[in-house]
């Protein structure tokens, strides 16, 4: 149960003083529902009205700047029209301004700006037809009462309909609720760290003296920061260690089929490979569910490893079902797994969306009775009507694209089966504690012997013509290209080139050879198709938007051409340029910008000119774009933060991670007045499931 000291924080807003239905609806949509919803949004802002200026500094100020002048109230000047505002003239002894209104009342007006009386006013100043207003100022005082008034105030987030100063006296309402709650930060590190308790933090954050207050440096925002981090690593931990003491299906096996893909693998594994599968294969024997991060490099050989385990699985005669992001990537995986599978009489079969009529109804036979044992397919897979005979491994390729309530369906098909998870593009530390902490980690940090980086260049998209001759030398030699635009076709309201507009281009600049097209309005036969002759050499050039960043295997494609490479992040630039220098030959990305280059995107685009290691870009594109979604994790279980941010936090995070850790192996872990603060952080989070588990436990 809840702990009682939370329910005025999780009460709804309208129990606040002055909190109507309509208030509690638009502040709802600006903060969210509950009292804590609202405590816990943090001002993204400070006006300062300490500092007042002159009618001539406003006039020399920039547009829409909020300024804060002292004047003599000169004139009221009514409205002739309807449409015409409400106007009263300031005036100090360097010029003078308006004040706008609209809808005014007159009587309220003349009351709080008597014409002849001294004022302090504060807003937005703009120009119109050549004078200085400030229409509607969100600040009005007497100089003489100016003593009892807070001039520093904090700016919230808000939403049409809701005022600065409403949000303001509902924030206040809300703060005066908040409750004293039992310290759950271990007092050695609060003590180190000079943090305040729980509800001075918040009490101060709300309470600014300077814009540095609000920055993620500050004791205050790093306490906070510290509490949500904590919370959210403590319910990680929670189950992770539910996991490792619950039953799940031990997977034994003789070792013979993998041992047979081994043997018949066209290279030589690599040493991360092996110690990847091992820890797979460790945790499938075990009697607790496996439940698996691999990340690696552009080329490390995620899917051998995953053949290897389905080979493990298919040794202890349970099925292995592999769910891939779109059509492409999944047949691509069929086909891959099919062949190194082969060897060992381990059946591979396809479904997807495209499967329709008696050949999908076949595939569902042989799902349901065991005959197909390595499945791979889209969203197809979790479908009411797939049967399993016996699911006992689950593989999701690029699992961040992938919700979590998608992947939880297919898990369903089986009994607590085993679950390794894949993604192509290294993830930073910071993410990977974030959103991964209740994940063991496999790192694939070594490419396969042979493989020789791909030469990167950056061109001006001045250049074209070069690129194209550059490219008719290439194809000369029978190798092949990719051609990559950022749009599928042109718009009045981009200068983005367009894949149709490239690929129209390039049929007449080089009409001997065969230029192939591929997005993601295509039909999913048709992007299959094109993907498939392009592998195959039936297409020369290949015009795409990223709908190949991932699943689209050409050995013989040589050269990566990017278009407005600056609109685009490293993580997917190093995806983009992974699918060259996949054969044995040398390879060329070319990186195109279309106009200045900014000193973010040319420090991008530096990075990916000297280096090809994708856990060093994957650090430096963290560090680049900040805690955004450089990923695309958002629907992966990464929660969404409110006092945190990812980027300037990440030193917490670990912090966070260690105290959660050390929490959970305690042994009296949970027991007495430290347990209870700890419910109480879970709670407060609603980090429910985690205070279950530590019942459980």
């Known amino acids: 149960?809840?702990?009682?000291?939370?329910?005025?924080?999780?009460?709804?807003?309208?129990?606040?003083?002055?909190?109507?239905?309509?208030?509690?609806?638009?502040?709802?949509?600006?903060?969210?529902?509950?009292?804590?919803?609202?405590?816990?949004?943090?001002?993204?802002?400070?006006?300062?009205?300490?500092?007042?200026?002159?009618?001539?500094?406003a006039e020399h100020a920039r547009n829409q700047t909020v300024m804060t002048v002292e004047a003599v109230v000169e004139k009221h000047t009514p409205r002739r029209t309807s449409r015409q505002p409400y106007k009263v003239r300031m005036r100090d002894e360097t010029g003078w301004l308006h004040l706008i209104f609209f809808n005014a009342r007159v009587d309220h007006l003349h009351r709080i700006l008597p014409e002849g009386s001294r004022r302090i006013v504060s807003g937005k100043v703009e120009r119109f037809s050549g004078?200085?207003?400030?229409?509607?100022?969100?600040?009005?005082?007497?100089?003489?009462?100016?003593?009892?008034?807070?001039?520093?105030?904090?700016?919230?987030?808000?939403?049409?309909?809701?005022?600065?100063?409403?949000?303001?006296?509902?924030m206040k309402e809300g703060l005066a609720t908040l409750p004293a709650l039992p310290e759950w930060i271990d007092p050695a590190l609060k003590n180190r760290k000079d943090w305040p308790d729980w509800r001075t933090a918040l009490l101060k954050l709300h309470a600014p003296q300077e814009s540095l207050d609000l920055e993620p440096t500050s004791k205050v925002r790093q306490r906070l920061a510290f509490?949500?981090?904590?919370?959210?690593?403590?319910?990680?931990?929670?189950?992770?260690?539910?996991?490792?003491?619950?039953?799940?299906?031990?997977?034994?096996?003789?070792?013979?089929?993998?041992?047979?893909?081994?043997?018949?693998?066209?290279?030589?594994?690599?040493?991360?490979?092996?110690?990847?599968?091992?820890?797979?294969?460790?945790?499938?024997?075990?009697?607790?569910?496996?439940?698996?991060?691999?990340?690696?490099?552009?080329?490390?050989?995620?899917?051998?490893?995953?053949?290897?385990?389905?080979?493990?699985?298919?040794?202890?005669g349970v099925q292995t079902a592999l769910m891939a992001p779109t059509e492409i990537v999944a047949r691509q995986h069929a086909k891959v797994l099919s062949d190194l599978l082969e060897p060992a009489g381990v059946k591979v079969i396809g479904l997807t969306g495209r499967d329709k009529g008696g050949s999908r109804k076949a595939l569902e036979t042989e799902i349901a009775s065991g005959e197909g044992q390595v499945i791979c397919g889209t969203h197809a897979l979790f479908q009411d009507r797939v049967e399993f005979a016996n699911l006992g491994l689950v593989i999701i390729d690029e699992q961040h694209r992938f919700g979590v309530v998608d992947r939880r369906k297919l898990t369903l098909k089986g009994?607590?089966?085993?679950?390794?998870?894949?993604?192509?593009?290294?993830?930073?530390?910071?993410?990977?504690?974030?959103?991964?902490?209740?994940?063991?980690?496999?790192?694939?940090?070594?490419?396969?012997?042979?493989?020789?980086?791909?030469?990167?260049?950056?061109?001006?998209?001045?250049?074209?013509?070069?690129?194209?001759?550059?490219?008719?030398?290439?194809?000369?030699?029978?190798?092949?290209?990719?051609?990559?635009?950022?749009?599928?076709?042109?718009?009045?309201?981009?200068?983005?080139?367009?894949?149709?507009?490239?690929?129209?281009?390039?049929?007449?600049?080089?009409?001997?050879?065969?230029?192939?097209?591929?997005?993601?309005?295509?039909?999913?036969?048709?992007?299959?198709?094109?993907?498939?002759?392009?592998?195959?050499?039936?297409?020369?050039?290949?015009?795409?938007?990223?709908?190949?960043?991932?699943g689209i295997d050409a050995p013989n494609a040589t050269i990566m051409i990017i278009e407005h490479a600056e609109r685009f992040g490293l993580a997917q630039l190093h995806q983009l340029r992974g699918r060259v220098g996949r054969g044995d030959e040398s390879s060329t990305c070319l990186l195109l910008y279309h106009g200045h280059l900014g000193a973010l995107a040319r420090a991008r685009l530096k990075i990916m000119r000297e280096t090809d290691d994708g856990f060093v870009i994957a650090e430096e594109d963290w560090r680049l774009r900040g805690s955004?979604?450089?990923?695309?994790?958002?629907?992966?279980?990464?929660?969404?933060?409110?006092?945190?941010?990812l980027a300037a936090h990440a030193s917490l995070l670990e912090q966070a991670s260690d105290a959660a850790g050390y929490e959970v192996a305690r042994e009296d872990a949970f027991g007495g007045e430290r347990g209870e603060a700890l419910r109480t952080l879970l709670y407060l989070f609603e980090r429910d499931e985690g205070v279950r588990l530590m019942r459980s436990g």
């Not at 702990?3 to 909190?19: E, Q, R, S, W, Y």
């Not at 008034?149 to 939403?159: A, F, G, H, K, R």
């Not at 993830?427 to 493989?451: H, N, W, Y």
């Open 1 to 57: 149960m809840r702990p009682d000291t939370l329910f005025p924080l999780f009460a709804d807003l309208i129990t606040l003083k002055g909190v109507g239905p309509n208030l509690a609806t638009l502040i709802g949509k600006a903060a969210g529902s509950q009292v804590k919803d609202l405590v816990l949004t943090a001002p993204t802002g400070l006006v300062d009205r300490t500092q007042r200026v002159s009618v001539s500094d």
């Open 131 to 170: 004078e200085i207003q400030i229409i509607h100022p969100d600040f009005i005082a007497d100089p003489a009462e100016i003593k009892n008034t807070d001039l520093l105030q904090p700016i919230y987030p808000l939403t049409a309909g809701l005022s600065i100063n409403v949000m303001r006296k509902a």
């Open 227 to 316: 509490d949500e981090l904590f919370a959210h690593q403590l319910a990680l931990k929670l189950t992770r260690k539910d996991r490792k003491t619950r039953k799940g299906l031990a997977l034994p096996g003789d070792g013979s089929s993998v041992e047979k893909v081994l043997t018949h693998a066209p290279f030589t594994p690599t040493r991360a490979q092996l110690r990847a599968f091992e820890a797979s294969k460790a945790d499938m024997q075990s009697t607790h569910r496996m439940m698996r991060l691999i990340h690696g490099d552009v080329g490390s050989g995620k899917t051998f490893v995953a053949a290897l385990c389905a080979a493990h699985a298919a040794e202890a």
């Open 415 to 550: 009994r607590m089966p085993d679950v390794l998870a894949m993604s192509a593009t290294p993830i930073p530390r910071t993410l990977t504690l974030a959103a991964f902490g209740d994940l063991d980690v496999s790192k694939l940090d070594e490419k396969p012997a042979g493989r020789i980086p791909p030469r990167t260049r950056i061109i001006s998209g001045d250049r074209l013509h070069e690129v194209v001759d550059a490219l008719k030398r290439v194809l000369a030699t029978g190798s092949c290209a990719y051609w990559v635009c950022p749009m599928v076709e042109d718009s009045d309201n981009s200068d983005l080139v367009a894949a149709e507009a490239r690929h129209h281009m390039l049929r007449e600049l080089l009409p001997t050879y065969r230029i192939g097209l591929v997005h993601g309005r295509m039909p999913a036969r048709d992007k299959q198709k094109a993907a498939e002759d392009f592998r195959t050499g039936e297409i020369d050039v290949l015009v795409a938007t990223t709908v190949i960043e991932v």
């Open 628 to 645: 955004g979604d450089p990923l695309g994790l958002k629907q992966s279980g990464l929660p969404e933060y409110r006092m945190v941010d």
